[in-house]
């Protein structure tokens, strides 16, 4: 059998590895399913969606000039079932994002309590001083008490 790009052939998967899954293919071709086009949502373990064995429906994405074939699964499927994937998808990262807990610091609740423009510009001057103070005092010991500046004028 003659194989075009745009194609929906059946195959049967005979190999999974960490990267992707070769299926064969009728007239004793081989493709392979690399591990981004087997599913519309992220996939971390391929044997999760995948078993030797099983036979999909895939989609024929590219006939390179050694006639390697590359193959699709998540493009085969009815542009419905697609679009249902990703809405999955983002509606797990969504619950993922609801079930952490807020990580609260000392900060936030301090600019809760006091918000007016004085007061975050009195904090940030303090906190951009004490910076200051701590990067002089760390030169000064690199430099063994004394700034370059005064080394040079030596």
Do not use: C, W
Request: glycine letters at 10%; proline letters at 2%.
């Amino acid at each position: 059998m003659n194989f075009e790009v745009g194609m929906i052939v059946e195959g049967k998967v005979t190999g999974i590895t960490k990267f992707g899954a070769f299926v064969d293919l009728e007239g004793g071709k081989t493709g392979m399913v690399h591990i981004s086009e087997v599913a519309s949502t992220y996939v971390n373990d391929i044997k999760e969606h995948l078993t030797e064995g099983q036979t999909v429906k895939v989609k024929v994405l590219s006939i390179s000039e050694e006639g390697k074939i590359s193959l699709s699964i998540k493009k085969a499927l009815p542009q419905q079932n697609r679009q249902q994937g990703r809405q999955d998808k983002g509606r797990a990262q969504r619950q993922q994002m609801a079930a952490k807990p807020p990580v609260f610091d000392g900060q936030q609740s301090k600019k809760k309590e006091s918000s007016s423009f004085e007061d975050m510009l009195s904090r940030f001057k303090q906190a951009s001083d004490e910076k200051m103070s701590d990067l002089k005092k760390t030169e000064n010991r690199r430099n063994g008490g004394y700034s370059r500046r005064n080394s040079s004028q030596k």
